[in-house]
């Protein structure tokens, strides 16, 4: 069993910057694909970024793309996701999750998530 907590939401101006962490407990998520997704309201959860667990891979949503930075240490047990240049439209929950899985982009294959943070960019 693994346990995600996120940190690190807030309210942030547009063009701000936040660092989500994602703190992992129980068994070792070493080998596990590690993903963040948002949910904003009234909408699907949608994926954002994900890594793989060499860290070697990264992959991101076209609209984050440039702007989010996902990255994780092993030894911390903790994943990050770096937010600079936020928009309005960034405002969301956030969601650490963690798959075995190589469809790392599709939430219904995660194997654990974390409860979320919210974020929330004013204009």
């Known amino acids: 069993q693994v346990q995600l907590v996120e940190s690190g939401g807030g309210l942030v101006q547009a063009g701000g910057s936040l660092r989500l962490s994602c703190a992992a407990s129980?068994?070792?998520?070493?080998?596990?694909?590690m993903d963040w997704f948002r949910q904003a309201p009234g909408k699907e959860r949608e994926f954002v970024a994900a890594l793989t667990w060499s860290g070697s891979s990264t992959y991101y949503a076209d609209s984050v793309k440039g702007r989010f930075t996902i990255s994780r240490d092993n030894t911390k047990n903790t994943v990050y996701l770096q937010m600079t240049s936020l928009k309005p439209e960034d405002t969301a929950v956030y969601y650490c999750a963690a798959t075995y899985d190589r469809r790392w982009s599709n939430p219904e294959t995660m194997n654990y998530w974390g409860k979320g943070t919210l974020v929330t960019v004013s204009s």
């Open positions: 129980g068994r070792a998520f070493g080998t596990a694909t």
